[in-house]
């Protein structure tokens, strides 16, 4: 089956930070592509990836960027596809404020859908969200992890309760 | 036909913003529900609409809020829709960064798809890609208003080129 | 005696801020219970903590959470009990102004007490102080630990003015 | 009956917002006494008050000032009372941020209880809360409000959905 | 002879901050052309424009932009010509953080210059100035300017000093 | 007698914030002078102001600039006088950030002494405690002032408490 | 002699950024005292300290305080000597932004001439400066230590110019 | 041949970042000189450097300083040279915000192009696209460079989609 979701970013670098997605993804068996494509340095590459993507089947772009973060924006741009942005702290960010900004305030008529500093995983998520808006299966997936998600607050919460939270601060 | 994108904001007076993203589905031709869902003072309202908006065939839930915003990410925590989340610029706002940073920080395992400060119109826009991922027609209205778009500019770009600056800024 | 203070966190994580919460309690001979809740992937169980929080005897919750930290104003939200908010800097925190910013920017009507970024110790001497309004003992108890504050800095104050700061930063 | 809660505020010209405090307090049938109290322009009278807070039987003190705000900080360094800070918004602020982290930072041993910029009214809801956590009267009346909170919800929203927001916008 | 200077913005709502720039080069006698180019909305005018700019003699080119602003980072990615960019504070901006961060904050390898928050006059100027670098008649009018600076900045001063702040403030 | 202290801005339109500089040394009996310098369009003059200072008698310069507002730092790398920096918000000002920072972040070895944003106030108080540090008349008139602003506050508490808020509100 | 400078501390923590201003006023030949003096934990101290310091001699305060600094606020409150303030980056400081505003902000008739986030060593040539606006000799030593500060760049730069920054930063 | 690029700093700890502009101007074959010159400890020799430039042959001068960073907009104030202004992150400072600030915010009049915190190396870059401007043969050398940056981008993500991410981040 072809992936239905495409991840992008801008170097690199930031693929620590982009392959939480493309994992969360694979969690809830949705079909994903992913590849480096930067907004500064192959603009070409860039237009044709946008440009190409719906007629591909991709039915969500995901891309990640730092700094001033133009990949998500330029993407959008030039596909009626959702974007997710994420924003990247890049080393010479300004504690995030410049992708945050770069991805988050984009002009009205071209929206990105931005999520958390470094939010890779979410990212994933919301990707696997939107196709499980129309894919059954991939939203039972999405009800299991949270479910998961529920448990394992539980019994964190369960043992600190039982051993008290001077037991557990000793580890 | 039953709405597929439910439109939910923490105060009426949140409306103004909220009604650009009806708008926009209006032109896109989805069907939409809005309403007032208030995290703080009708939680449990506010639960029962997340819980239920699956069932009821929504595809897509845009949920607006200022101050500290927790209502999308609320929201978001009781359902594997995907959730938009429009930050709203409340009267003793600090300059918008609360409900920002309120929607947009979510931890891992919860996202929400934050657009710009005051961004009901990208949030109708976002919540229509979404469903037009699946459904060709809304697609085709998208891929309509970024032609127009371009269109307009180019319209405003060729009076400025052939009028001249110091005649445009006279009127 | 049941605990009249209820420690809360979104994550374990969170742990060693809040630990501190307690600690200063039980200087205080408040008694207290200390649990994890996490708004977002636990959200009944914060309802259920919420609503019987005041006849299970409980008459100050402290709540701690990172990010986008929802839980300390969706208690609040759900109970009349005074909560006080701990804004912990999470990892992908933006210099902890999420936190601070979803737990102190409360709409008029639900309020928060929200104590400084990481300041688990003074959460814990605002609820005793707050127990203590109605406590003669507990006040007792935090007029001695204000005493014994004052008497760590005269004597800090003492050694440094007696051997001078360049024998003290020798060390 | 004496006053619970004692309101002081740096300047006269913060009383706008510190009266909501005060309006709060008279719909949850709670005493209180207001006055303007300056830390930087009347120390010796802001020793005073704080110091004789408690034996006056106050259980609750609201202080709000603006720019480098320490008048709710240095009130509680002089009792062990809980003393609530609202920040507020004065004419040089800038956006609020310096009343906001002068209150909210306090260091650790001498907590106070920030609310929002310019919370007045939430200030005086908590400070309730506190008073209602051991009057079971004050405790109803809370209860009561949160109820009306909630009402006027669900009547703005049955209206939205009823008229729709193109009717309710018209106005 | 053709114009040296490009002049583009985002949208027209921009022109009253960049025929600042037009202006200014008026007045220094350098030749400029000036439309509109949106990233967002006319991506391929964009690439056009950025990529014939150094065959039709442009020298520098000037690129205005608010919100997430993409123009300048991106026309700088798709011509070696120097770009300065105008961050523009829209009307949604966060204080115009939005457009300086995605404007300054360019990742290594692709410079934009930046000037202040509706810096329209600078860059008009410093496009001079860089015109100036190689043409001894701009640098000329330059210098005249400054010197026209000094002499009015002096004139005011020598005015204050005879009549006295009470008369001048009087006006 | 000479001037003690020298008041200069950067720009007239600073005159209504450094007028106050002046209005307080008048009531303090602390004689200045007050003229226009702009670091950026008079460097030469603003060398020889600073330059020239201490020989002609000043004791303190009171420097206020708006945006990048280097005129206070360059002043002070000139002269060993103290130098007090008032942050003026220009009107494309970034909330006054830049101004604050500007002028508060000198680099070690060259001082600038920072008062709040556009606060020409307390920048003239500031000029005259340093001269009052040495001349015990001008101390007097500081103290005098001093017990000046402590009796309107208990005026306005005096009456507030007399009359009550709804009343004092009510005008 | 007696001390002329009087350099207080809200904790020993702050020592070795306050150890630099004695270290400067050793340098300039100016008498110092030194010690800890706490707002908020040994409030009355800081009133002694306050209201003694002109009769004991001192002419200048240089007060220190990190997070909510009220020190150097509260003691202008209470003597109309000159008050340096020293804004300190404490350890849970939102990058010393609460420091910076708490000192810097202060209401319009009670100034604190603030310096750099951490910058002891400035303030101690501040208050030298502010001595040495009174005595020549003081003054002296400023120059001279101005010169020194240059003829280090020059040095520095003769070198940088003489090896090329290759060799320079292979070292 | 004459340099045409001025590199200066504030102090030579800026050298690392600075020495990547020179780096660059070596790369595009731009002949330049690079030395120290301090704004605040070196006035005099800042304001030669800037008043002989142009007439040794310097098209651009790039200068780079932390803090308060005076030197890029003091010495545009002396010249009408293109200045690139280096914010440089120093060891107290507030996040990069002061140097940015204090060299982006330049008054109407008085330009400065800034690049990214900590930017040399796109310094060196932007100084080169300016001497490009009317030199054909660095213009072709920096459409080498972009071409360049453009095939690692190229190579990067045919590795990538060749080994997959898995493979990648094992390394």
């Known amino acids: 089956m072809n992936p239905q979701v495409g991840i992008i970013m801008g170097s690199q670098s930031d693929l620590p930070i982009m392959a939480e997605a493309a994992q969360m993804l694979e969690e809830f068996g949705v079909n994903y592509e992913l590849t480096v494509v930067s907004a ?25 960027a730092g700094g001033a973060a133009h990949l998500p924006g330029m993407v959008a741009s030039m596909t009626s596809l959702p974007v997710i942005g994420v924003p990247i702290k890049s080393s010479n960010s300004i504690d995030g404020w410049d992708s945050i900004l770069s991805i988050l305030q984009m002009p009205a008529g071209i929206p990105v859908a931005a999520v958390a500093l470094n939010g890779g995983k979410n990212a994933g998520i919301l990707a696997a969200s939107i196709v499980g808006s129309f894919d059954a299966k991939v939203a039972e997936s999405l009800d299991v992890y949270k479910k998961t998600l529920k448990e394992k607050v539980e019994e964190s919460a369960a043992l600190l309760e039982a051993k008290g939270w001077k037991e557990i601060l000793k580890k």
Chains 1, 2, 3, 4, 5, 6, 7, 8 share one sequence.
Not at 40 to 63: C, F, L, N
């Open 40 to 64: 500064h340095r192959t603009p070409q590459r860039m237009i044709d990836y946008a440009q190409s993507a719906r007629e591909r089947g991709i039915k969500v772009i995901v891309a990640g």
